[in-house]
């Protein structure tokens, strides 16, 4: 087992301990730290299975499907329009802005977790 896969496993574990604690973080910890060793595309591709296993996992274990669906539905939406249109970015000629887009994501995620800004609405 060469270091790059103890890494991967490590990743993997501190990211499943913290979505057990707090019930998120997975792929943004996980996409975060494989970054270091890989490329965004194939960090991505790492994540499919673990992430959608957890979520499936919290769905099911969850209070009320159908409640959250009916009151996330248009993020749920845009989250899918989102990943189809910055697909791009992570492919092809334009790859190498990828990791510079992922940067500026995950940082904008940890600030405005640390911080006390809140969205609401009315």
């Known amino acids: 087992m060469d270091g790059t896969t103890v890494f991967i496993g490590l990743v993997f574990l501190l990211a499943g301990f913290i979505k057990g ?5 997975l792929p943004t910890i996980s996409m975060g730290l494989l970054a270091i060793v890989m490329p965004p595309v194939e960090a991505a591709a790492l994540l499919i299975i673990p992430s959608f296993l957890t979520n499936v996992w919290q769905m099911v274990a969850g209070p009320s499907l159908a409640a959250v669906v009916r009151r996330l539905w248009p993020m749920m939406v845009a989250v899918c329009i989102g990943t189809w249109a910055g697909a ?3 492919t092809g000629a334009t790859a190498r802005y990828g990791t510079v887009v992922l940067g500026i ?6 600030l405005t977790g640390l911080t006390a800004f809140r969205f609401t609405i009315a």
């Open 21 to 25: 604690v707090i019930g998120l973080g």
């Open 88 to 90: 791009g970015l992570m």
């Open 105 to 110: 994501a995950l940082a904008l995620y940890a």
